[in-house]
């Protein structure tokens, strides 16, 4: 039988999700979005999670993308959201609002863990590295496909600065880079986190993956294979579905 779990991804801007086929990743739904309220308190975000679920009729165990640190369920960094998220249990929240069984985790977390089950990474068992350029760099570590959570290496100290605002693609924008120009400096990064981590497969993602054909030919590696992202903006919606099921299978 066909599993299917409602998926959804907070983000800066907006609030996206949608049911999530288990078996290839695939939405059965259409993908809902609702603006991030403002500001984004964890009632007001509970209440977006609550319209989305609403629109899609949906009842049973849902996934959520959180924009920061999560643990056990925790909130312990507000990124995008507001700071009154911190130390508050967000899966007990979410669970309470919506009346339905919700599992929360790190945003860039659940965007790898689509990639890892169902695209780029699919079948992978080394070490491989997720990196989301956006606004931030969300990152993300497996070896032997086990997720090692809350990874921050977007927030490594690289040219004594955030490596993020060194290199992200909002740096691309607000420096007004071309795209060859960026993209030596995400070389420069990607050689310093292989460096340090030595992975098998970096994995590239966030939302200017979908540009790929205009800078993808200017980047390079050392040893590990670079890949593009496949799964875009469904991602996180698709990675916090499986992760959900996981975790409510091994709860029951």
């Given at each position: 039988?066909?599993?299917?779990?409602?998926?959804?991804?907070?983000?800066?801007?907006?609030?996206?999700?949608g049911?999530?086929?288990?078996?290839?990743?695939?939405?059965?739904?259409?993908?809902?979005?609702?603006d991030?309220?403002?500001?984004?308190?964890?009632?007001?975000?509970?209440?977006?999670?609550?319209?989305?679920?609403?629109?899609h009729s949906?009842?049973?165990?849902?996934?959520?993308?959180?924009?920061?640190?999560?643990?056990?369920?925790?909130?312990?960094?507000?990124?995008?959201?507001?700071?009154?998220?911190?130390?508050?249990?967000?899966?007990?929240?979410?669970?309470?609002?919506?009346?339905?069984?919700?599992?929360?985790?790190?945003?860039?977390?659940?965007?790898?863990?689509?990639?890892?089950?169902?695209g780029?990474?699919?079948?992978?068992?080394?070490?491989?590295?997720?990196?989301?350029?956006?606004?931030?760099?969300?990152?993300?570590?497996?070896?032997?496909?086990?997720?090692?959570?809350?990874?921050?290496?977007?927030?490594?100290?690289?040219?004594?600065?955030?490596?993020?605002?060194?290199?992200?693609?909002?740096?691309?924008?607000?420096?007004?880079?071309?795209?060859?120009?960026?993209?030596?400096?995400?070389?420069?990064?990607?050689?310093?986190?292989e460096?340090?981590?030595?992975?098998?497969?970096?994995?590239?993602?966030?939302?200017?993956?979908?540009?790929?054909?205009?800078?993808?030919?200017?980047l390079?590696?050392?040893?590990?294979?670079?890949?593009?992202?496949?799964?875009?903006?469904?991602?996180?919606?698709?990675?916090?579905?499986?992760?959900?099921?996981?975790?409510?299978?091994?709860?029951?």
């Amino acid at each position: 039988m066909a599993q299917h779990i409602l998926g959804i991804d907070i983000g800066g801007t907006g609030i996206k999700g949608g049911v999530v086929d288990l078996a290839d990743g695939s939405l059965v739904t259409d993908r809902f979005r609702v603006d991030t309220p403002r500001p984004a308190t964890p009632q007001a975000v509970a209440a977006a999670v609550r319209a989305i679920s609403a629109h899609h009729s949906y009842e049973g165990t849902m996934g959520v993308a959180y924009p920061g640190i999560i643990r056990n369920g925790i909130a312990l960094l507000a990124a995008n959201v507001d700071a009154s998220f911190l130390g508050v249990d967000v899966d007990a929240l979410f669970t309470e609002v919506t009346g339905q069984d919700v599992h929360v985790m790190n945003d860039g977390d659940a965007a790898a863990v689509g990639e890892m089950q169902f695209g780029a990474a699919a079948g992978e068992a080394g070490t491989v590295l997720f990196l989301g350029f956006g606004t931030g760099i969300a990152s993300a570590l497996f070896r032997e496909a086990i997720l090692v959570p809350n990874m921050e290496f977007g927030h490594l100290e690289f040219k004594g600065m955030d490596a993020e605002h060194y290199c992200a693609a909002s740096a691309r924008k607000r420096e007004g880079l071309s795209y060859e120009e960026w993209a030596g400096r995400v070389n420069e990064y990607l050689a310093h986190v292989e460096m340090l981590l030595s992975p098998d497969v970096i994995i590239f993602g966030g939302g200017v993956s979908k540009k790929w054909e205009r800078f993808g030919h200017f980047l390079h590696t050392e040893h590990a294979q670079l890949r593009q992202a496949e799964l875009l903006n469904n991602a996180g919606i698709a990675g916090a579905a499986h992760w959900a099921h996981r975790a409510a299978t091994a709860g029951a």
